[in-house]
């Protein structure tokens, strides 16, 4: 029987999503190679659930990495009683857990998991690293959601404030929200704030010959052999400039005949009828749902990949995106414009991408030119993004620094 030796890892994004298989799966399982020994408690989506096969390996693989793992299903209507339930649910096992005596220590992922290790906290004053994941409450506010009136933002914000002034450790994707909670809670005592941003694993994202992707399907293989691959990947959200993005990718299309956009998305429809709307035929793109397990092979057929976000906001500022190192360990050039400083400062060192200053039809024009024009990169070049960008993204040097953190919070 396990025991109090045990971290007690919370999630509200559920491990069966490509996201978390990346930034959750990976992570636990290199931290239990490590001698962490986690349990993760987590809220899956019903659309995953209802695949009971995925739900058994993941299940095995787990428990083959000495992890254990139990959910229950994510309650997606917007209203206060869902929120109530999601939460129930995490703050119940937390606080259950924590009273038996069973954990020694809670890795909370992003502000809801937060408040529930808040509770288990301030009933047994188990410590807590709260892993901030962004800016939760600013988000809401600039999506005009949730905080709407002076009363609901300010027991909102005395919430985020206990969150990081009672959390043990806080871990940040961004040096520029570090330095955010260095400066508005590093009063309150001198508890470590670490940036470890979002990781990739650079064995398995890295560029393969052609002939060497198995789990591409042949068609799709054979429909992009010889292209120009320009890729969109992921989903719409309030996060991207989607239609600046495909204007842009019309663009190249446009310039370039041995152009082709591949778009990795579970949203065909939305996808197919934006492509539309932009003019671009059908025979110059493909619609892909990737699983995860396949996104390193499907990332190595790609030469650019578009990554135009909604410009610099006070959440942005602790926002970086979770393609961008599996882009560097890939050889593919990202065309970056927004989100903040920072990740445009990574594009400009990795030396491969190409950085936007504006996405104005001009300034599209000429991203469209530049990409066009620019002359294949090469494996010399690729290998120096790599050994530039590897000890920030990597996955194995980012556990290397959670191992440190969770060293210096719960001991060995």
């Not at 995490?90 to 954990?103: I, P, T």
Request: glycine share 6%; aromatic share 8%; net charge positive.
């Amino acid at each position: 029987m396990r025991g109090a030796d045990e971290l007690l890892y919370l999630t509200q994004d559920g491990l069966l999503e490509p996201l978390m298989h990346s930034q959750v799966v990976r992570v636990v399982e290199r931290l239990a190679a490590l001698g962490w020994r986690y349990r993760i408690v987590s809220l899956e989506k019903e659309r995953d659930l209802a695949d009971a096969s995925r739900v058994r390996r993941l299940k095995a693989r787990l428990e083959r990495a000495g992890v254990q793992w139990e959910f229950a299903p994510f309650d997606w209507a917007q209203s206060s009683r869902a929120a109530a339930t999601n939460l129930g649910f995490l703050a119940s096992r937390a606080l259950e857990l924590a009273r038996a005596g069973r954990v020694r220590g809670i890795h909370a992922r992003a502000y809801v998991p937060a408040v529930a290790a808040l509770a288990a906290w301030h009933a047994t004053g188990v410590r807590w690293v709260f892993d901030a994941r962004g800016y939760w409450v600013d988000e809401r506010l600039e999506e005009g959601r949730w905080f709407t009136t002076p009363l609901r933002l300010a027991v909102a914000r005395g919430v985020e404030h206990q969150l990081f002034a009672t959390a043990s450790a806080v871990v940040t994707l961004t040096e520029l929200q570090a330095r955010d909670i260095e400066q508005r809670f590093r009063p309150l005592g001198a508890r470590p704030v670490r940036c470890i941003t979002t990781l990739a694993d650079y064995d398995d994202f890295a560029k393969r010959p052609n002939s060497d992707v198995p789990l591409v399907p042949p068609e799709h293989r054979a429909r992009l052999a010889g292209k120009l691959v320009i890729a969109v990947v992921g989903s719409i959200n309030n996060s991207y400039l989607v239609d600046e993005s495909l204007e842009l990718a019309r663009r190249i299309l446009e310039r370039t005949p041995a152009a082709h956009l591949l778009v990795l998305s579970g949203q065909h429809e939305e996808y197919r009828r934006r492509l539309g709307v932009a003019g671009v035929s059908e025979q110059r793109f493909t619609l892909v749902r990737a699983e995860h397990d396949a996104m390193p092979q499907w990332l190595s057929l790609v030469h650019w990949c578009l990554l135009l976000l909604q410009p610099n906001s006070k959440a942005k500022r602790a926002s970086m995106p979770t393609k961008l190192g599996e882009l560097f360990a890939s050889g593919v050039r990202p065309i970056q414009f927004g989100c903040n400083d920072e990740v445009s400062g990574w594009v400009h060192r990795a030396e491969t991408g190409l950085v936007l200053t504006d996405v104005s039809s001009a300034g599209l024009e000429v991203a469209a030119r530049a990409v066009a024009e620019a002359a294949p990169l090469s494996p010399e070049a690729i290998h120096r993004a790599r050994q530039r960008t590897s000890p920030h993204f990597s996955l194995e040097a980012g556990c290397a620094r959670y191992d440190a953190l969770l060293a210096e919070v719960f001991g060995r």
